[in-house]
């Protein structure tokens, strides 16, 4: 990592002397000594000279000078051949703090908002840069958790961190797959998951304004009683300041759309602690830029998101499920895209899940989805929403459109709230049933990409195609209403070979997805995982843009750094 090595001390007091000097915690004392950067530990012992020349007591002098740097708990490391504003070089990209500094930081953070609002448990900090559902992640790992509870703390956060050259990784719920939160330099999460209030909620214009750390579907009870509803939803887990950075999607995109469809404005802390508000109230604006839009999506990489006004939709009178399934991949997908071009008003989601799936529902799923059989074929889930007038006529006209796209196929909807509800589970539980029969000491690499309507049944038959040739476990998921689906593959990262066949496989996805006129993301974003791809689709003319934008707003690049594009 650049600037790890400007630390290189060899020589010092012992520890203990060392947590005197700096008033340094027990936490960060154990920190200190799992440190890759520090430097080896020596006896507490003088350093004793045995050179008399004028050059050793120069020497002795420089030492001291950076040592007295080292060991001060609020003086940020002076890094030489830079400007004031910015710790880059043009041509060695951004310099980090070394991880002592790092410490220091998260010190002096815990100093100014409380002692509570740190942790540097190794449990905390494991589970905040590694992801079990995704391979994109980075061996190194934070030094401190914050947890701040309000605009200013987040402001508190930013300007030290940024004094310090210290990296900034805004952490939500952690369910993003492509390693978006992962700490390729180190760094300090920043957990907003205290940052959970409702701050206020306006029925009659129909939006409200929240915290990033309210979960969409707390959200969504709390709005019932208004007979309104926020339409995203992704993970169940998901949290409002994730979604916004990811642009999130979930089963309800084909009715209502994506995350950046839903944002009115947003209060971001920029990284150097300026608190911006990109836009005011209305449903409409044509005023100055479309900053929001700049910030949706961003990953964090631009600055943190403190508060979101979001709009809302009516909660629809009356909504039924039905399941259909097909003699394979590719007759579902040719169905999904017979459906979506019928334009039927009252369909809200086209969901497909492949035979595998299926038969997971049949092994594994829960007490609910197990209450029947399910036919372990490829299948859509079908959800309706509309009026009592109309949502009758509506799945009988999708049942004739299916019949004219693929012949006859068996139908089955709810007739009841407890129906709608088991056939649904069948579908939201889909990923995580599938996650906890993963064997021991395997990964699942799980990845999406989107494509025009009229390429979706070639590009699932592809896709399918190339993944049974890998001998492992691979599944088919996701939400074709919107030409968007995902691929899940489970095999063992010791094996060299299989992880290359699964490496080559993805990839091979990506460059087919391109190939159609498509996306190599359609929802997961782009983290660490997806920079090479990301280059392919949209060109390096486009990426240098993008670092531009980013070079403006976050100079020192200490805002999520890794993810999206590399520096040059």
């Known amino acids: 990592m650049p600037g790890q090595h400007l630390l290189g001390l060899r020589a010092r007091p012992g520890l203990g002397r060392l947590m005197a000097a700096t008033r340094i915690t027990p936490l960060v004392h154990h920190q200190l000594r799992h440190s890759s950067t520090a430097a080896p530990r020596r006896g507490p012992g003088p350093l004793t000279l045995t050179l008399t020349s004028a050059v050793a007591l120069t020497l002795g002098l420089s030492i001291g000078t950076l040592y007295g740097r080292l060991t001060s708990p609020s003086k940020p490391l002076q890094l030489e051949s830079h400007g004031p504003n910015s ?19 998260a010190e002096e953070i815990a100093r100014l908002l409380g002692q509570d609002a740190v942790a540097y448990d190794e449990d905390e900090l494991e589970a905040r840069g590694h992801s079990d ?10 030094v401190a958790v914050v947890y701040p509870r309000s605009t200013e703390d987040v402001v508190t956060i930013a300007k030290i961190c940024n004094r310090r050259n210290v990296p900034m990784v805004p952490y939500g719920a952690g369910s993003s797959v492509e390693g978006n939160f992962s700490q390729p330099h180190g760094g300090i999460i920043i957990d907003f998951r205290r940052m959970d209030q409702v701050v206020a909620v306006h029925p009659e ?93 961003a990953e964090g990489t631009l600055g943190m998101v403190t508060e979101i006004t979001l709009k809302l939709a009516p909660v629809p009178e009356e909504t039924s499920v ?20 019928a334009g039927i008003t009252g369909l809200a989601a086209i969901e497909i899940m492949d035979e595998r799936q299926m038969e997971i529902l049949n092994k594994y799923g829960s007490a609910t989805v197990k209450q029947r059989h399910w036919a372990e074929q490829p299948t859509l889930f079908l959800k309706f929403a509309a009026t009592k007038e109309t949502i009758g006529p509506d799945i009988l006209r999708t049942e004739r459109i299916l019949t004219e796209a693929v012949g006859k196929v068996p139908f089955e909807f709810a007739r009841t709230k407890e129906e709608e509800h088991a056939l649904w589970a069948g579908r939201k539980e889909s990923l995580f049933t599938m996650a906890s029969i993963r064997p021991e000491g395997t990964q699942m690499w799980s990845t999406d990409v989107a494509v025009p309507i009229s390429r979706l049944a070639d590009m699932i038959e592809w ?22 689906f995902h691929v899940a593959m489970m095999y063992d990262p010791r094996d060299k070979e299989q992880t290359a066949a699964v490496e080559r496989c993805v990839k091979g996805m990506m460059k ?4 159609m006129e498509g996306t190599v993301s359609g929802e997961h974003g782009i983290g660490i995982g997806k920079k090479g791809s990301l280059r392919e689709e949209v060109g390096e003319e486009t990426i240098e843009l993008m670092r531009r934008i980013k070079r403006a707003v976050d100079p020192k690049w200490v805002m999520n750094p890794g993810k999206i594009f590399d520096w040059k």
């Open 133 to 142: 559902w995704s391979t994109s992640n980075s061996p190194e790992r934070a």
């Open 205 to 297: 214009d129909m939006d409200v304004v929240v915290q990033p750390g309210v979960n969409w579907v707390e959200l969504n009870k709390r709005l019932t009683q208004q007979g309104l509803f926020f339409p995203m939803d992704p993970s169940p887990t998901a949290t409002i300041g994730g979604m916004v950075s990811t642009n999130c999607s979930g089963t309800n995109a084909f009715r209502y759309g994506t995350m950046k469809d839903w944002v009115v404005n947003l209060t971001v802390v920029l990284p150097d602690g300026r608190v911006v508000k990109t836009r005011r109230r209305p449903r409409k604006s044509s005023a100055g830029y479309n900053l929001t839009q700049l910030f949706v999506g």
């Open 322 to 341: 039905a399941v259909v399934p097909f003699r394979d991949v590719k007759d579902a997908a040719a169905g999904a895209a017979a459906l979506i071009r």
């Open 463 to 484: 896709s399918k195609k190339e993944c049974s040739q890998l001998g492992i476990f691979a599944s088919v998921v996701g939400h074709v209403g919107d030409g968007n």
């Open 87 to 105: 710790t880059s070089s043009s041509l060695n990209g951004p310099v980090y703090a070394p991880r002592m500094e790092q410490l220091h930081a």
């Open 512 to 515: 087919k997805a391109l190939e």
